[in-house]
C-alpha cells in the first residue's frame, strides 16, 4: 500500500470512526482498565519525546506532526516555541483548536492537512508521537527525508517496535476481511528503517510498554 494510500486510510478511520474514542481517551474522563494503560502509555511518551528537545523553546518553530487532539503541542508552546499542529483528520483538529488555553493561542496554529505539505515552512524541531505507526519503513524513510530539507535540527518520532507480541497481533490482524479492519501499526527494528534511509541519522531513544500501549521513540537528523 503506498504512503498515499495509507493516509486517506487513516484519515477515513479516525474521522468516521475513531473520534470519539479519541476525544475521550485524551482527556480526563473515565477509561476501561485497557484505555487506561494505553493512555498512561502515551503521557509517558509525551515526556520522552519532550526530554529530547531543549527546556527553553523561546524563538523556536516546531511542527506537531500528527497533532491529534493537541495535548503534545500545549506543552510546546507552553516552553516557548511557535508550533504548527498538522493532523489529516480535521474533528481531531477542531478538538485541539476548541482546547487550546487562552494563554496560548497566540503559539499555536492547527491545520488539517499533510505533514509533507512544503507550505507549512521550515522548523527547528519535528515531533511525531503515534503518527506514523502505520507506515512501512521505506515509507517511513520517505517521509524523513522528505521533511530533512526543512528540518534544522532534529525530529523525535515514535513507531511500533517488533516485539514478539506485535507480530504476533499484526499477523491475526491481516486475517480479517480488509473492510473489517482499522489501520494497523506496522512493528519495525530501528536498523532496518536506518537501512532505508539514504541519508540522516538515526538514534533509538528509548521504548514504553504500558500495558496494551507498546511505542518506540526515535531520534533523526538530517
Known sequence: MTY??????VETYFDRTATKTWERLTSDAPVSGIRATVRAGRDRMRDVILGQLPADL??????????????????????????IGVDISPQLVEIARKRTPNDLHHKLTFRAGDMLDPNLGTFDHIVAMDSM????????????????PRLRSNMIFTVAPRTPLLMTMWRVGKL???????PTMIPHSPARIAHELGKGRLRD??????????????????
Open 4 to 9: 498515499e494510500a495509507t493516509r486517506n486510510r
Open 58 to 83: 523561546r524563538g523556536a518553530r516546531i511542527l506537531d506532526a500528527g497533532c491529534g487532539t493537541g495535548a503534545l503541542a500545549f506543552e510546546l508552546a507552553r516552553r516557548g516555541a511557535e508550533v
Open 133 to 148: 505507526i502505520y507506515y512501512t519503513a521505506p515509507d517511513i524513510a520517505t517521509i524523513l527525508e522528505g521533511l530533512a
Open 176 to 182: 480479517f476481511p480488509r473492510s473489517d479492519r482499522s
Open 205 to 222: 531513544v528509548e521504548r514504553v510498554t504500558s500495558g496494551f500501549y507498546i511505542s518506540n521513540a526515535l531520534e533523526y537528523r538530517p
